[in-house]
């Protein structure tokens, strides 16, 4: 079967690998549709992943083949993979963040059997059916909505609040969607692609802003037109370190967004306005299933959300360099098939 594989140098190519066989409790999934995850841009185009890796992990499919033992699922059926859930003992997963168990093995994030390809091969026991209203290639935006499900829930944020979005890439436009489906009304989003902007007010922001427009903040003081929360989803330092002189007192910053850089925190500030700050990596304890049900209500702008044209996988390469560019705003989505 055709894959996306990394070569080295930050250069994917396609090549033919082996179709997986499933063992006894295991299913074999044809991808439908893989979307391109900013994870995906830093292994990639900073050189990080392992030559020889396949990535991609934001999937919907249908089952194709079933192992020995593998009952409830027939050759057809729309899926998703619900994450590997916690230990349900520890501290982390009572508190109903499973994605931080403290009994997992650590994670090797250069270890990826990935989705840039035709099957995959999977636990028949973490698949979740695709709800009938949910075409499979909307609900390859599954992980991505779980993680802005996860980020919004971590926050805190009430619908009255004041909220600011750093960064309307794929994840920024999706918290801004999944906060508007929320009914948090007061959004300002901050990016400096006008093609971005303008898609952040399509999906539920109030105001879209270039990062230069936001106010330097005094000493000890909020600034004139502070937020109760900031979302910051651009991974960049710069961001960061605005983000966090936007808060108003007792404000909240979440950290979604990865990036090489590192920030500078003002640990005065945070004094001094007893501000929180805080990371969301992945998802609930709740897994996949509230993100499915979102996804399948109509409360978000797929259309908008998700790029009208896919691309194959020899254009993958070309779609993570648009992406970093800022050319592209939504969510890329990839078919498994090779154009030329």
């Known amino acids: ?26 299913v074999l999934v044809e991808v439908s549709h893989c979307g391109i995850c900013g994870t995906d841009l830093h292994l990639v185009l900073e050189g990080y992943a392992r030559p020889g890796s396949v990535l991609g992990h934001e999937w919907a499919g249908t089952v194709a083949a079933l192992g020995e033992g593998v009952e409830g699922w027939s050759e057809g059926s729309p899926v998703v993979l619900d994450p590997t859930p916690g230990c349900g003992r520890c501290r982390a997963c009572r508190g109903g963040r499973p994605s931080v ?5 650590p994670v090797d994030f250069l270890d990826f059997h990935g989705a840039f390809t035709r099957y995959v091969l999977v636990p028949a026991a973490r698949l979740l059916h695709v709800p009938k209203s949910l075409s499979t ?12 499900l996860h980020s919004i829930g971590l926050s805190g944020v009430q619908p009255d609040d004041a909220v600011l979005v750093t960064g309307a890439g794929p994840v920024g436009l999706l918290t801004t969607a999944v906060l508007a489906s929320r009914g948090v009304g007061d959004i300002t989003v901050s990016e400096p692609a006008r093609r971005r902007r303008e898609r952040a007010l399509a999906v539920g922001a109030a105001r879209a802003i270039r990062p230069d427009e936001l106010p330097r903040a005094p000493m000890g003081r909020p600034v004139e037109r502070p937020f109760s929360v900031v979302f910051e989803c651009s991974g960049h330092a710069a961001a960061a370190e605005a983000a966090l002189d936007q808060l108003d007192f007792a404000g909240t910053l979440v950290f979604v967004g990865t990036g090489r850089d590192l920030p500078r925190i003002n640990h005065n500030r945070m004094i001094v306005m007893e501000l929180t700050v805080m990371g969301a990596y992945n998802y609930d304890g709740s897994g996949f299933g509230p993100a499915l049900e979102l996804l399948a209500s109509g409360s978000l702008p797929l259309d908008l959300l998700i790029e009208p044209v896919d691309v ?12 970093a560019a800022g050319e592209l705003p939504g969510k890329v989505m990839v078919r498994p098939e090779v154009s030329r």
């Not at 168990?101 to 093995?105: A, D, M, V, Y």
């Not at 390469?317 to 992406?323: K, Q, S, T």
């Open 312 to 323: 194959t996988l020899d254009g993958v390469g070309d779609a993570m360099r648009r992406l």
């Open 137 to 148: 290639r909307d609900a390859a935006l599954v992980e991505p909505t779980a993680i802005a």
């Open 101 to 105: 168990c403290l009994e997992r093995p």
């Open 1 to 26: 079967m055709p894959a996306a594989v990394y070569i080295g140098d930050g250069e994917l190519a396609v090549r033919d690998i082996p179709v997986p066989a499933p063992g006894p409790g295991d």
